[in-house]
T-cell receptor, first 116, second 110 residues
């Protein structure tokens, strides 16, 4: 299996621009997680999908962030408009099953976002 | 509030040394304790522990959980420069959420 695939790997954009991050989970996995990682705050869960349905988006920082999962093999995280404080590494992870904490989460390579 | 605390925050040792990384947790309805290794990319899964006192082992790495004292340790014996990484610990409770520690940055000097 190719593992979790994310694109782009690096994104540099200017403040105010729209940014779209993409994720393809491991085939057969039912749960998908978007995380953000910064030096200051570590790993933070942004949103969790199960069977393509958003279950918990309480970690989404504000209305500028949105996420979709139109099918089992694709998800997007969009930031519009982007701000410098959004600069971070964004990880997508997937797990088999219903996403309980005993399901191992497998991480993608991440997208390093820099907003100038 | 649920929390996971790792110690030390950073550690520098020489190749061949043995290291012990610590993770203490307070997680509501605790079910699992996970260890991940993060080099300059994605966290990669090492171990999941759900039962006290049962050691999990993979090569030179091993880990054990103490559910009474609410902590776990990760041991690495005969360290190599390739073990240099940030080691993350996460606690899982009754739902899907993992509570992540800040990580221990391990540097192995040749």
């Amino acid at each position: 299996d190719a593992g979790v695939i994310q694109s782009p790997r690096h994104e540099v954009t200017e403040m105010g621009q729209e940014v779209t991050l993409r994720c393809k989970p491991i085939s057969g996995h039912n749960s998908l997680f978007w995380y953000r990682q910064t030096m200051m705050r570590g790993l933070e869960l942004l949103i969790y999908f199960n069977n393509n349905v958003p279950i918990d988006d309480s970690g989404m920082p504000e209305d500028r962030f949105s996420a979709k999962m139109p099918n089992a093999s694709f998800s997007t995280l969009k930031i519009q408009p982007s701000e410098p404080r959004d600069s971070a590494v964004y990880f997508c992870a997937s797990s088999l099953g219903i996403g309980v904490s005993t399901d191992t989460q497998y991480f993608g390579p991440g997208t390093r976002l820099t907003v100038l | 509030e649920d929390k996971v605390v790792q110690s030390p925050l950073s550690l520098v040792v020489h190749e061949g040394d043995t290291v012990t990384l610590n993770c203490s947790y307070e997680v509501t309805n605790f079910r699992s304790l996970l260890w991940y290794k993060q080099e300059k990319k994605a966290p990669t899964f090492l171990f999941m522990l759900t039962s006290s006192g049962i050691e999990k082992k993979s090569g030179r790495l091993s880990s054990i959980l103490d559910k009474k004292e609410l902590f776990s340790i990760l041991n690495i014996t005969a360290t190599q420069t390739g073990d240099s990484a940030v080691y993350l610990c996460a606690g899982g409770g009754g739902n899907y959420q993992l509570i992540w520690g800040a990580g221990t940055k391990l540097i192995i000097k040749p």
